[in-house]
């Protein structure tokens, strides 16, 4: 059974940081990754996907990146803005469902 | 594309009432997800179909719970009886899978948040 861990549960940075979320599942066996951000009282938006053929995605200030044979992805998010604060998940996909990680809370302090 | 549209927004009910949650999925789309969201158990898949057949619905708590896709633009959760444990955000998605890939990128709704009292 797929089990997807993230960590930190929490991250409090000071505006301008670098820094790096954390994935791991423990089915090597998967399709895609997905990383999605969730805003207090909001549905999940999109952020980047990853193939299982891929090592990484960008957009904009956002950096996904895959490793499949140690079951990790990392999200890295540069110059971090008040905005990002919000809750980032990462759920990857086996066939035709995915299952979720429990996500990490950002705060990013002005 | 509109998006995942999900109705209603909020749900205030007292236990034992019926509740029916609805979705209409993104035009095209022929995966539709059922998600529950609570701060204890994070996101869970309750259900899945595919061209309208349900395909998965190992996730489901119970037989209080049932879902269906009558056509490709909508399906509902219904829950009968509710109980205060029912309480939680139900999320509905779609994807669409093109080609050898087994799963499509998935697209979220902005969720029913339930309250059973």
């Known amino acids: 059974k797929q089990e997807v861990t993230q960590i930190p549960a929490a991250l409090s940075v000071p505006e301008g940081e670098n820094l790096v979320l954390n994935c791991s599942f423990t089915?090597?066996?998967?399709?895609?990754l997905q990383w999605f951000r969730q805003d207090p009282g909001k549905g999940l938006t999109s952020l980047l996907l990853?193939?299982?053929?891929?090592r990484e995605q960008t957009s904009g200030r956002l950096n996904a990146s895959l490793d499949k044979s140690s079951g990790r992805s990392t999200l890295y998010i540069a110059a971090s803005q008040p905005g990002d604060s919000a809750t980032y998940l990462c759920?990857?996909?086996?066939?035709?469902?995915?299952?979720f990680g429990t996500g990490t809370r950002l705060k990013v302090l002005a | 594309d509109a998006g995942v549209i999900q109705s209603p927004r909020h749900e205030v009910t007292e236990m034992g009432q019926e509740v029916t949650l609805r979705c209409k999925p993104i035009?095209?789309?022929?995966?539709l997800f059922w998600y529950r969201q609570t701060m204890m158990r994070g996101l869970e898949l309750l259900i899945y179909f595919n061209n309208n057949v349900p395909i998965d619905d190992s996730g489901m708590p119970e037989d209080r719970f049932s879902a269906k896709m009558p056509n490709a633009s909508f399906s509902t959760l219904k829950i009968q009886p509710s109980e205060p444990r029912d309480s939680a955000v139900y999320f509905c998605?779609?994807?669409?899978?093109?080609?050898?890939?087994?799963?499509?990128?998935?697209?979220f709704g902005e969720g029913s948040r339930l309250t059973v009292l």
């Open positions: 035009s095209g789309h022929d995966y």
């Open positions: 089915d090597s066996a998967i399709y895609n």
């Open positions: 759920a990857v996909a086996g066939t035709y469902k995915y299952i």
């Open positions: 998605a779609s994807s669409f899978v093109e080609g050898l890939d087994r799963t499509g990128e998935l697209f």
């Open positions: 990853i193939q299982s053929s891929q």
